[in-house]
């Protein structure tokens, strides 16, 4: 059976404020989430949100691929779908934009439980 280890995350947790305005703003919270990256001897490697980030990237944001990314000035990762340049970049992220990205194209498993979060019925048809 495959175990996943526990994730530990080093940095901080926000405030009950910042994630109100993170929540509102229509961003989740995916800090310790795992997912599997494929390596090429076609084994994987585990993963964590928020794992290796590094100082320069805490209070940043960025957009790629159609997701929003904001890695709060505690640590944090948090994500949307679409345009990230809201009233939670202007609070959360006061050194701007940056090139994290928390995975890669081959890592997808997340890009559709980030959809279905924020739209329950995303790529579902209902047969009647």
């Not at 404020?17 to 997912?35: D, K, N, P, S």
């Not at 957009?63 to 779908?81: A, L, P, Y």
């Amino acid at each position: 059976m495959f175990k996943v280890p526990q994730p530990y995350f080093e940095g901080a947790p926000t405030t009950a404020e910042e994630r109100r305005v993170l929540q509102c703003a229509g961003y989740i919270h995916m800090t310790g989430l795992w997912f599997l990256t494929p390596d090429r001897g076609h084994g994987v490697h585990v993963n964590y949100m928020g794992q290796g980030i590094v100082q320069e990237e805490m209070g940043t944001w960025n957009e790629f691929d159609g997701q929003s990314v904001i890695v709060t000035k505690r640590g944090e990762v948090w994500m949307k779908t679409g345009s990230s340049v809201t009233s939670a970049t202007a609070l959360l992220c006061p050194n701007g934009r940056s090139d994290y990205k928390p995975f890669t194209q081959t890592d997808r498993p997340i890009d559709g439980m980030i959809r279905r979060i924020a739209d329950p019925n995303d790529g579902l048809t209902y047969v009647p």
